[in-house]
């Protein structure tokens, strides 16, 4: 591998790394705390049912019986955890409508992400990387205003990382942003 594909392939990966679908939740539960004023133990509770699973899940399929890779790169192997992710997502939503109602309406938009793309990789891989990504910054514009949507600048980086290391098509990241598009605006 020459010296210019393995930089490449090292930006891609700290671009997707930064990037990734665990950094968007970890970014939004930081938010919700410190705009809304939410305790950290409250996020918890509401994020714990979406958040769990998931890492069980991961932790079970990934590394202990080595069934799945992290990425879930194989469209396949998608369906079950964005199943627990909407099942996580009903209940951290319920638990917000106690703890935090300012926070449901942004829970219950991204539940409608999952869903319709749970749908979708039936048939279609799409990228978690976007959809998520996505999603924080059309969140992110609901609080705070537009001046947020100049995010969206970093979806070019994001599409091509994930290209660049072989994981999605272009089609499949636009996909993931536009789903986010039309259930966030």
Known sequence: MAKTERNQKILAQT?????NPAVCILLLALVFILHFKISSGSIALIFSPFVLP????I??????????????TSRKTRPPILVIACIGLVVASLF???LAPLITPYLERFLLVLIFTTILTFVWKIS???????SMVFILVRIFGNEFLLLLLLLPP???SRMELR?????????GS??????FL
């Open 167 to 175: 994981k999605h098509k272009l089609s499949q990241l636009i996909l």
């Open 158 to 160: 994001l599409y091509w």
């Open 15 to 19: 671009i997707s790394l930064l990037l």
């Open 59 to 72: 932790i079970l399929f990934v590394h202990v019986f080595k069934k799945i890779d992290l990425e879930f």
């Open 178 to 183: 536009l789903i986010c598009l039309l259930i």
């Open 96 to 98: 917000s409508t106690e």
């Open 128 to 134: 978690f990387h976007a959809i998520f990504f996505t």
């Open 54 to 57: 998931i890492l069980l899940y």
